[in-house]
């Protein structure tokens, strides 16, 4: 069997954590001039630190969801709450993560992150996900 490339298995991880629509969708809107940026995301993000053993997709998640909640990437946090879907984080996981960011990284992170949480899982739960 061949051995896969950084980027074949950045993408088969990424689309494990994202889903397939997701990754198609990011695929389609792709240009030329971020062609580049989403090979390094892919190989770097995906093929290299979210496909090390070590943490569970689970883990990961959660980390990465106090990560952006800390830093206020707010459409990256709404994208890794709805990526829990695929990776086994709970909404108490979630809600655990999301308590420890109000602590290390300020209270108002942490509320505007909840807001969002909030809002992704009621969409979840309205679609009967």
């Known amino acids: 069997m061949a051995e896969t490339t950084l980027y074949d298995r950045?993408?088969?991880t990424?689309?494990?954590v994202l889903g397939d629509a997701h990754v198609d969708n990011a695929s389609a809107k792709m240009t030329e001039f971020d062609a580049d940026f989403q090979q390094f995301i892919t190989e770097g993000a995906w093929g290299s630190v979210w496909s090390r053993p070590g943490l569970t997709k689970r883990e990961r998640s959660m980390?990465?969801?106090a990560l952006l909640a800390a830093l206020g990437h707010d459409?990256?946090?709404a994208?890794?709450?709805r990526?829990?879907?695929n990776t086994g984080a709970t909404p108490d996981d979630i809600k655990e993560a999301l308590?420890?960011?109000a602590v290390y990284a300020g209270v108002p992170a942490a509320n505007r992150a909840f807001k969002i949480a909030r809002e992704e899982?009621?969409?979840?739960e309205g679609n009967g996900q």
């Open 99 to 101: 308590l420890h960011v």
């Open 121 to 124: 899982l009621a969409k979840r």
């Open 83 to 85: 990526a829990t879907a």
């Open 63 to 65: 980390i990465t969801l």
């Open 75 to 77: 459409e990256e946090v």
């Open 10 to 12: 950045g993408m088969a």
């Open 79 to 81: 994208m890794h709450v």
């Open 14 to 16: 990424r689309r494990s």
